[in-house]
């Protein structure tokens, strides 16, 4: 079985920018991949290249093991959901959905029937006669995945889906998105800033940063163990210690990540730091610490006991939770 | 769902057929897309009209045999220098005074109309003050010099309401003054003066309002909440963020005003305008090579003024 | 300017804006007035009588039909010529960026931006030079000149809106480059072409200046009032041809306002 997308030392230059600096990168069909990065970090590069709206400047890309350089959008098997959606406002819902079998030839009555039923899968049935223009932020979403969806693509390609809506809204999609992923079986690859998305929605992670891969992974590896300061700082904000502090701390001369949520506070041994301040965010409470000059911070559960800033506190971790990274990260 | 035909490949095949190859050409060379979508209009404007224009350029450096009549077609600066003729000069100095002065008269008669469209005006009367501005804009240049020309004359509706207010004499003390005065207003600078503001007005609303809708109206507000007065707010708030509105809409209605010559000729005096120069030397007196020079004299000031407003960014507001 | 923390609106101003919107619209209305008053010698106000049978007097004179034949024919040509070429230039301009947008943008607005009377004045002599004798087509090809850049400022506010991800989508869902244009780009741009396509006509039958360098013998609408103005003749007729051609340039006007208000806003400063 040939990969969904594959990269080989893909590359796009914009100018003297490189948005894409030799890439690659390979997506299993049927898996739900997430590329995960800061803004301008090549990620949705990365997908208009899959898309086609841009073409490689050196590489290779292959989709689904057929050579996609050169082919325009318009001939790749692969949809998009776009981050402002881009329903078209002249179509009615229906006919937005049917927009991608109309181009095909399809017949009327059997496109619309196609249409109603993608309308249903994304839960809005019966939204067919309505405008764009008549719909709330979280139906367009829904029009735009069905209009995607319903031409059964090879790879479904979402652009930060989810950046417009609010929090409640956004953790319900993620559920549905995954159910759908899920029973349709089709390769979606999704890109998001959000680090908490890549995480609870994706099968694998490739993080990026200036235009290029950092670390591709599992959710759990990515986060347990990242392989750079990037990826430790951006994926959950870890602690990252220079080599000097690991040592001091008692382990070897390396960059290491601590997760502020695996450091515990009061208990005997371990080593002591003072409190800077504190902040309450509900379900947990963050603590910052100062040791020999650097940052350092700690999560804690409710219910625990919080320090006041200016205290001194002795703080201590499991062996297996601080994470080597090597002297290079 | 269900009867969607499912389609094996990751890419499809083309349409086919002369379109579909010309749209993959077009997709694979947007230079090539580009240039058929501009050589159109280039030949058009590049050629047809930067031709002509450029073709009456180069005329305003031949002269004309003063015996024969006819065009030399040699080099010279003769004819820029008839310009600086005393009677040539005499009609520069007075089209420029006129199109100065009927800018800044209409920038003083469109700044309320503006400000209230923008700050005030909503809903219907928003729609109201727009079409209130676009309708006499895009109605007939003749229709409304004609109009003028029913109101200005002497048996008409202006003589008949000073007459009816007994104020006939300030009609007929203004007349009396020389430069501005003639025999009735029809036929008098001042009467010329009038239908050029009335005609070019809207020109100048439209961009003021334009850069005064881009006004905050908290920004006034802190202006008052700051101690200033009104007048000190006018002036040190609102007029400088609607200047580049008020210079947009006099490239408008100073370039009019140097370029028209049917108003002068059907309202106003024998003195005559650029616009009416050019018009006779081209026509009557077959002096294309002198017509061609006083038309590159609007077009020498409007540039000036151009890289001026441009650099007071009034372009932002057109 | 009075001070206005409560958000009223100041007298002054209210009065000063009203005053200005009379001042614009009064001496049209002043048109629809003669047009019916019973005197045929002088401007005399207040019109002695009001008579409809000046109507009737234009109604049969062939000279005003021919003019007005002419003018319908110039600017339906002008129209269609500066729809194709103002909407080229929109789609080439606000769709890629490339060297030179600006100075195209310039040489599109170039032709309203210079006197009218450089226009014509070039305009002439070049086909002097040229020997093209004056005819119908000399007329329409000043006039789609400067039509032009109606139709562009039109459809260049309307191609940024469509522009961008709307096509992307497009192509995305397997419509190709002309596709696109069909099924997206042409539906949204629709109105705001017809409404330029409407104000081009507005101005070309409204066109004097340019039109008497190109015009030769013949004589449109505008034309023929401009030598009524100048040598007063039938003044009756006149005032009835003015207050038709009032109307016939609202009617445009307003449809092109209505086709466009829900989006953008037609560009009046175009003209």
């Not at chain 1, 695996?262 to 902040?279: K, M, N, P, Y």
């Not at chain 2, 009735?184 to 609303?205: A, E, K, N």
Request: hydrophobic share 50%; charged share 15%; net charge neutral.
């Amino acid at each position: 079985m040939p990969y969904a997308v594959s990269f080989q030392q893909v590359s796009r230059h914009f100018g003297t920018v490189r948005a894409v600096d030799a890439v690659d990168l390979e997506v299993e069909a049927g898996e739900f991949f997430a590329m995960l990065g800061p803004s301008g970090s090549g990620k949705t590069t990365c997908l208009r290249l899959i898309a086609g709206f841009e073409q490689p400047t050196a590489g290779h890309i292959e989709i689904f093991g057929e050579t996609a350089e050169g082919v325009p959008p318009y001939r790749r098997n692969v949809n998009t959901v776009f981050q402002d959606y881009a329903l078209f406002p002249h179509l009615n819902v229906a006919d937005n959905v049917a927009y991608g079998q109309m181009i095909r030839g399809v017949a009327k009555a059997e496109r619309l029937r196609d249409a109603e039923a993608a309308l249903e899968m994304v839960k809005l049935p019966g939204y067919g006669a309505r405008k764009p223009g008549q719909l709330s932020g979280g139906q367009r979403q829904r029009v735009a995945l069905a209009r995607a969806l319903v031409n059964k693509p090879k790879v479904l390609l979402l652009d930060e889906p989810l950046g417009a809506l609010d929090l409640k809204l956004r953790e319900q999609m993620q559920e549905e998105l995954k159910a759908l992923q899920r029973a349709l079986g089709i390769t979606f690859v999704f890109v998001t800033h959000d680090q908490g998305e890549a995480l609870s929605m994706a099968d694998r992670i490739a993080v990026f940063n200036e235009g290029r891969i950092m670390q591709t992974g599992t959710p759990e590896e990515i986060y347990r163990r990242p392989k750079t300061r990037f990826v430790a700082d951006f994926v959950g904000s870890s602690n990252v210690l220079s080599p000097d502090l690991t040592r001091q701390l008692g382990g070897p001369a390396e960059w290491s990540s601590l997760r502020p949520e695996d450091i515990r506070l009061g208990a005997g041994g371990g080593h002591e730091a003072q409190v800077t301040g504190t902040s309450f965010l509900g379900s947990a409470t963050r603590v910052t610490l100062e040791l020999a000059g650097e940052k350092l911070t700690v999560l804690l559960p409710a219910g625990s006991d919080v320090p006041a800033p200016g205290a001194t506190v002795r703080f201590s971790w499991e062996p297996s939770a601080l994470h080597l990274m090597g002297t290079e990260a | 769902m269900s009867t969607a035909t499912i389609r094996a490949g990751a890419i499809l095949p083309g349409r086919g057929g002369m379109g579909g190859a010309l749209s993959d050409a077009f997709w694979r060379n947007p230079k090539l897309l580009l240039f058929v979508m501009l050589t159109p209009p280039l030949l058009w404007l590049g050629i047809i009209y930067l031709g002509s224009l450029f073709a009456l350029l180069i005329q305003s450096f031949f002269s004309i045999d003063e015996f024969s009549g006819l065009v030399v077609r040699e080099f010279t600066l003769k004819t820029y220098g008839e310009l600086l003729r005393p009677s040539n000069l005499d009609i520069i100095v007075r089209t420029v005074t006129m199109a100065g002065l009927v800018t800044i008269a209409s920038a003083i008669i469109a700044f309320p109309i503006a400000y209230y469209a923008a700050r005030y005006a909503k809903g219907r009367w928003k729609a109201v003050f727009y079409l209130g501005v676009m309708l006499p804009l895009w109605s007939s240049y003749l229709v409304k010099v004609y109009a003028w020309k029913l109101i200005l004359a002497k048996e008409g509706i202006l003589t008949w309401i000073f007459d009816k207010l007994h104020l006939t004499f300030l009609i007929e003390g203004w007349l009396s003054l020389p430069v501005v005065g003639g025999n009735s207003l029809s036929v008098s600078l001042t009467g010329t003066f009038l239908v050029f503001v009335y005609v070019w007005l809207p020109f100048m609303i439209l961009p003021v309002q334009a850069a005064l809708e881009r006004v905050p109206g908290n920004l006034l507000e802190a202006s008052a909440d700051l101690g200033a007065s009104p007048r000190q707010t006018f002036t040190n708030v609102l007029l400088p963020l609607a200047l580049p509105g008020i210079i947009a809409g006099s490239i408008f209605t100073f370039s009019l005003t140097l370029g028209d010559y049917i108003i002068p000729q059907i309202i106003g005096t024998s003195h005559r305008f650029i616009g009416m120069a050019v018009y006779a030397h081209q026509g009557t007196a077959g002096n294309i090579p002198l017509a061609a020079a006083f038309t590159v004299v609007p077009v020498v000031i409007m540039g000036i003024y151009l890289w001026l407003a441009k650099r007071a960014g009034a372009f932002n507001a057109l | 300017m009075r001070s206005d923390r409560q958000n009223r609106t100041p007298m002054g101003l209210k009065i000063a804006a009203g005053v200005g919107l009379a001042f614009l619209h009064l001496p049209i209305l002043l048109i629809f007035l003669y047009a019916f008053t019973t005197e045929d010698k002088s401007y005399q106000f207040p019109p002695p009588g009001l008579t409809l049978k000046w109507f009737a007097v234009t109604w049969n004179r062939p000279d005003v039909w021919e003019a007005l034949g002419l003018s319908v024919r110039v600017a339906s040509i002008s129209t269609v010529v500066a729809l194709v070429l103002g909407t080229l230039c929109a789609a080439a301009i606000s769709q890629t960026r490339f060297f030179g947008r600006e100075a195209i943008s310039l040489l599109v607005i170039l032709p309203i931006a210079l006197p009218g009377i450089i226009t014509g004045i070039s305009l002439r002599s070049a086909f002097n030079l040229a020997e093209i004798p004056f005819s119908f087509w000399t007329i329409v090809l000043g006039h789609a000149t400067f039509c032009v850049v109606v139709v562009y400022n039109n459809a260049v506010a309307r191609f940024r809106r469509v522009s961008g991800s709307l096509i992307e989508a497009s192509m995305d869902l397997g419509a190709d480059g002309f596709q696109t244009f069909r099924y997206v780009i042409l539906p949204n741009i629709g109105t705001a072409l017809l409404a330029g396509g409407m104000l081009a006509f507005a101005l070309s039958f409204d066109e004097v200046i340019v039109t008497t360098f190109t015009a030769g013998q013949q004589a449109t609408l505008p034309i023929w009032m401009l030598e009524e103005l100048v040598r007063p003749r039938q003044r009756p007729v006149t005032n009835v041809v003015a207050m038709v051609v009032v109307l016939v340039t609202f009617l445009p006007i307003l449809a092109a306002y209505y086709l466009t208000r829900d989006g953008d806003q037609i560009s009046g400063q175009g003209k």
